[in-house]
Each structure stands twice: as C-alpha cells, then as structure tokens.
C-alpha cells in the first residue's frame, strides 16, 4: 500500500525551478532514501511534503488523502514526523521534558498550565522508558543545549519518531557526527523504525545502504532513478550522475 506520493510535483523560487515532475512513491513499512548531489532539491522536496512549502504545481497524497499545502502541525497530527538539517529542540528544557512532550503527544494529553505533568505518573514512566531505550538516560536532566552534538541530534531524530508516527520523514540526521556518533544513530533509526514508515535524506553513502529498502535519486529537480540499493549501485546513469565507482 502506498503512503505517501507526490504527483507532476513543480517548485520555484522567484521564477528558479528547483523540482520538476516529480513523482515519488513511497510504499507502508519501507525505509526510502532520498539522495542526490547538493543542489538536487532533496531538502525542498522535503519541505513541499511537509508543508513548509506549497508547490507551484502538483499535489501531495498522505495515505490516499490529498495534503497538498497543509500546515505542517495538521501534518503532524494526522501521522507525520519530521527532523531537520538544523536542531530543532527546545533548548533550555532537559533531554527529559522535551521526550516527555513528545509522550503526552503521543497519549493525546495537551499541555494545560493548570496540569501538573510531574504528577502524571504514568507519563513519567513512559519518558523515562523512552529515554533510556535511547541511550540517553545519563543526560535526563541536562538541558538539550548542554549535550554533545550527536547526542543533540539524536535526541531531536528520535521526537520526530516519537508519538506513534506513522511516516517519519529525517533530514541528515548524522550530519556532523562522527563515526561511532554516526554508527550509534543509524542503529537507534533502525529500532525506532520498526514498523513504520521512514523517508531520509542523507549524504553519508554507508548509512543509505545500510539503512534503505528502496532509494530515488534527484538530480537537478527531477528524479533520475528510483530502486533497490543494489539497483542503484548498479545504474550507470546513476553512477555518472552521483555515485562514481562508489564502494559500498
């Protein structure tokens, strides 16, 4: 079953072209990378689907519905997660209060200024379930600003998976991160991903292939080539484009 598709997809800046037709079909359960040079249109590609961006042209289908433009917290609150380039927690509340926002979202429980949440006791259970699942169980009480740069961006890719998120959407999640910072968040994706949905962009070649079901290529705007890894690997045209001789 598909979850998510774009149709005849068109975005401009000013008059700038930067996606052209794209069609894109992302299939319930898969993990599909999105990759390219920079310059490609990956990330505007992500911001049309997730509502920052309404296309010139074309329309967006989350699970069968027509998104096309809709606001990004609506997005979210039909089923869509999504993590950012740039950090995106709140930075002076502790790896804890902000995992816990994520469980009351995902409990459907609304922040009230009248509700003690520290009384919420079954919330508290969950977050801190959640936060050591994720390794960050040394950090509950260090603000966000406060933590190491992987375990910063850690803790923002797994908001964006929080909540029961049906489709999860991750740009460059390792981004900055060393090699074992790298190797740590592609097995936390790995986990938190089980059972849903997940669209990354991401330059890091080791992380695509061990990561992705199915890849599709951009290339100046428009979509190259949509396949398995080993297809891609394989796709000359690919190859010429992007990949090189690539060794993976």
């Known amino acids: 079953m598909t979850i998510l598709e774009t149709k005849g997809l068109y975005h401009d800046f000013s008059g700038l072209e930067v996606l052209f037709d794209v069609n894109l079909e992302v299939v319930e359960g898969e993990r599909h990378a999105i990759i390219g040079p920079n310059g490609a249109g990956k990330t505007t590609l992500f911001n049309v689907i997730t509502g ?3 296309p010139s042209r074309g329309q967006v289908f989350f699970k069968g519905i027509d998104i096309t433009g809709e606001k990004p917290f609506k997005l979210a609150r039909i089923g869509m997660g999504r993590s950012f380039q740039i950090t995106s927690t709140f930075h002076r509340l502790t790896t804890f209060q902000n995992l816990r926002m994520a469980v009351m979202s995902r409990l459907g429980i609304r922040f009230n200024f ?135």
């Open 52 to 54: 920052t961006y309404k």
């Open 114 to 248: 009248h509700r003690k949440v520290d009384k919420l006791q079954h919330v508290t259970d969950e977050t801190d379930e959640v936060c050591g699942r994720i390794n960050l169980d040394g950090e509950r009480d260090i603000p966000a600003e406060l933590l190491s740069y992987g375990k910063h961006r850690s803790l923002e890719a797994s908001l964006a998976m929080a909540g029961d998120k049906e489709l999860v959407m991750l740009d460059e999640p390792t981004a900055g991160m060393s090699r074992d910072e790298t190797h740590f968040a592609v097995e936390l994706i790995r986990r938190l991903t089980e059972d849903k949905t997940m669209v990354i962009i991401e330059h890091d070649m080791d992380v695509i292939f061990s990561l992705a079901d199915r890849i599709t290529v951009l290339h100046y705007g428009s979509i190259l080539a949509t396949g398995s890894p080993e297809e891609i690997k394989n796709n000359q045209d690919v190859k010429d484009a992007y990949l090189g001789d690539l060794e993976v």
